[in-house]
């Protein structure tokens, strides 16, 4: 029986409500398709505080964790991946690519012309099946929050 490996992934998006990218580099499993940042849960660890920590060390900024937007399990030839992807906000800091090979902010309606991880598409496909744009989803993405939020 293979592995079930809990990750998460996070959509931020910035004021244009362009999404964040993340194209893994040639020396990781998966090579050269694009993902949303994120990674392994720990063992113990919510997949919400995963995911801050994740984005940390990766990208060395701080998001908010909000809405879950997709549950998706994909059994690749090595393991099955359980990816949670999470609406998230960036609190402090500007993403930069430290473990990956490049970052990009790619509008919306564009996210299909990216090559992606099997696992992500799901998620791609969930924030496109509203409208041409998404409306929906960005205007939840990019609502204003307050702190009890």
Known sequence: ????????????CNEQGDVLCAL????MSLPNV????GGKVEEGESPEAALVREIREELGCTISVGEL??????????????????????VDGEPR????AELRWVPLQALRSLEWAPADI?????????GEAQKGVLDVLMRPRSIDD
């Open 1 to 12: 029986m293979k592995r079930v490996i809990h990750v998460v992934g996070a959509v931020i």
């Open 69 to 90: 937007l997709a549950d998706v399990f994909h059994e690749y030839e090595h393991a099955i991946v359980h990816l949670r992807t999470y609406e998230a906000r960036l």
């Open 122 to 130: 799901p998620t791609v496909e969930a924030l496109l099946v509203e």
């Open 34 to 37: 694009w993902e949303f940042p």
């Open 97 to 100: 690519a430290r473990e990956h």
């Open 24 to 27: 893994r580099g040639s020396n």
